[in-house]
């Protein structure tokens, strides 16, 4: 079993930055992914990385500006949000596949998630 726990979310002006954090317990073998749920809305892929290749991908929205890491000493995942933008306010979940998937921003295809943690970004 996995066990996702996410930090650092919070309030920030437009054009500033937050580090979201993904402390992870447990095997994964496909990707790990960081998915946004406004009010009203549904759930939407952020980016992701291959836990085995790193390989990243990033919503059109987010790329240039949000960039996924890992630290596999510490067994984090983080997410780095640069240039944030009002419409960037959301609760923010990490998410796991324990099985390889050739599917990485379809959030039905993600078995474990994180309890969420609020970014608001003031205008």
């Known amino acids: 079993q996995v066990r996702l726990v996410e930090s650092g979310g919070g309030l920030v002006q437009a054009g500033g930055s937050l580090r979201l954090s993904c402390l992870v317990s447990?095997?994964?073998?496909?990707?790990m992914g960081w998915f946004r749920q406004a009010p009203g809305k549904d759930r939407e892929f952020v980016t992701s990385?291959?836990?085995?290749?790193?390989?990243?991908n990033y919503a059109h929205s987010v790329k240039d500006r949000f960039t996924i890491s890992r630290d596999n000493a510490k067994n984090i995942v983080y997410l780095q949000m640069n240039s944030l933008k009002p419409e960037d306010t959301a609760v923010y979940y990490c998410?796991?596949?324990?099985?390889?998937?050739?599917?990485?921003?379809?959030?039905?295809?993600?078995?474990?998630w994180g309890q969420g943690t609020q970014v608001t970004v003031s205008s």
């Open positions: 998410a796991a596949q324990t099985y390889l998937s050739s599917s990485y921003n379809d959030p039905r295809k993600y078995n474990n």
């Open positions: 990385i291959m836990w085995n290749s790193g390989s990243r």
């Open positions: 447990g095997r994964i073998f496909g990707s």
